[in-house]
């Protein structure tokens, strides 16, 4: 399949392809893989840093909703989240590094969500466009990275919930198998705080993201989170430290690779974030939406069901 | 029915949002595994003979990458091993045409890591005319034969080498 068609059929095609762009990426593997296969490690690293920034930050949100979290009591909510990080400008391009004896020695190019790829010239024939050096272009042009996911709020037990997010998808002939999952807990602070006019609670949770053994994003979040709820309505906000990282593992047969074995653990850039957001509960459906702020911006909506 | 509504909703606007956001006409620039050739030069000779190696375009680019819209040749590396106090002449060719020559320089100068086209002066110009018809053959999916002959200012010791690298991109549209 064509892999531009196999990318539509991946976004369009079902919610759990709606996982992510990155996940279509990944799921063209055999494809994706020999472009990656190609590049040398400061070349990926600038040209797929963005997913990473994005895709770290979109893992860590929809977590914090309603600080409410009783002392005891049985508790089931099923939710589908779903959130998406702001591209911003500066992540359209990187500077890439030119092969030997080129000048300049780095050239400006796009990343994954930039336009057309730039050129630095061959300094023995600046006007032969035959001998130049090229980046690629860009694959996505969009100014949202989204992620969907399904999550699973239980509890509660000493005024403590788990949440629990999981998408496993088997190996489909070439396709690699990808699993997401997230387990996090969030626990009450307002049981010890008798009387405090809102409420308040802190929460910690694990991601993980594979597909095959290209592409793995690990992290961690922890956020203190308050909320206010009259009626139906619900205001809830949070600080939120996290840590998000993206791991690519390949070899290279590129030629001007020093080093053929490729290992490049990208740093989500998103490390700390304030969230703002509201919710109305109407019996057993929440929605809620929310803006969450750091080094990348991006917004997160949700619709659940539960008691 | 109303929570069966918006839940479809949802599910249509998440499978959706990215539907539009691919750039349908994205090349990827792709280093592809160029040609490369290694002349070992006969003890006591003063002759490079004319040498070709053929190449499919599964061994020039090292994997099946579609619809290819173009090609750059970025670098011709030529690397000696062994020593050799002489000098060296020779001709490289893409496809039987000459694309440079070398005019009896130091066999030394081109010890490893070798010389680059890019950054050495012991090359002639690159024949402009050799490497668009190689660039033709790539686009067209023809078999690529990189040549080499030349001679030496001397007679050969034992353990002479020469390695003649051309490395090229491709613009790959998945």
């Known amino acids: 399949m064509h892999l531009i068609q196999r990318f539509r059929f991946l976004i369009s095609g079902s919610l759990v392809a709606a996982i992510v762009l990155v996940a279509g990426v990944a799921r063209a593997e055999s494809d994706f893989e020999k472009i990656l296969r190609q590049q040398n490690q400061t070349n990926v690293q600038g040209y797929m840093q963005p997913i990473a920034d994005l895709f770290g930050a979109n893992l860590h949100s929809g977590f914090n909703h309603s600080a409410y979290i009783p002392q005891s009591g049985f508790h089931f909510r099923f939710d589908i989240m ?48 035959n001998l130049a050096y090229k980046g690629s272009d860009g694959l996505f042009s969009t100014t949202i990275f989204p992620l969907a996911a399904p999550q699973i709020t239980i509890g509660h037990v000493y005024g403590t919930e788990a949440v629990i997010r999981y998408v496993p998808i088997p190996e489909i002939g070439s396709l690699p198998a990808i699993t997401l999952w997230s387990l996090g807990a969030r626990h009450s602070v307002s049981q010890y705080l008798e009387g ?101 911006t991006s917004v997160s909506g949700g619709i659940g069901f539960g008691f | 029915m109303k929570v069966k509504v918006i839940l479809m909703l949802l599910i249509v606007a998440m499978t959706t949002m990215g539907f539009e956001c691919v750039n349908e006409d994205a090349v990827f620039s792709i280093n592809v595994q160029g040609v490369s050739g290694t002349y070992l030069v006969p003890q006591g000779s003063q002759t490079l003979a004319l040498t070709t190696w053929t190449f499919t375009p599964s061994q020039y680019l090292g994997g099946d990458y579609g619809d290819i819209s173009n090609v750059r040749i970025y670098d011709i590396r030529v690397t000696t091993a062994g020593a050799f106090s002489g000098n060296v002449s020779g001709t490289i060719t893409l496809n039987n045409v000459a694309v440079l020559t070398i005019v009896n320089k130091p066999w030394a100068s081109f010890s490893a890591p070798g010389q680059s086209l890019i950054t050495s002066t012991l090359f002639s110009a690159p024949n402009a005319a050799a490497i668009q018809a190689v660039i033709q053959a790539i686009k067209s999916s023809q078999p690529v034969v990189l040549g080499m002959s030349g001679s030496l200012s001397s007679a050969a010791p034992a353990g002479l080498s020469v390695t003649v690298e051309v490395l090229g991109q491709v613009d790959a549209n998945l």
């Open chain 1, 196 to 296: 405090f006019p809102i409420d308040l609670a802190v929460g910690a949770m694990y991601s993980s993201f594979s597909v095959g053994d290209l592409v793995t994003v690990k992290g961690y979040a922890a956020a203190l989170q308050a909320s206010k709820e009259w009626t139906v309505f619900l205001i809830y906000g949070s600080l939120q430290m996290e840590k998000s990282t993206l791991t690519l593992s390949y070899k290279t047969t590129d030629p001007n690779a020093t080093n053929q074995t490729i290992n490049i653990d990208l740093e989500g850039s998103n490390v700390f974030r304030a969230t703002i957001g509201g919710g109305l509960s109407l019996g057993f459906l929440k929605l809620y939406a929310d803006a969450n702020f750091g080094a990348i």
């Open chain 1, 82 to 129: 779903a959130m998406a990080g702001l591209v911003q400008d500066d992540q359209m391009s990187y500077e890439a590094q030119s092969p030997e004896g080129f000048t300049p020695s780095k050239f400006k190019t796009a990343t994954i969500f930039g336009g057309k790829g730039g050129s630095v010239p061959n300094p023995i024939a600046p006007g032969d466009t």
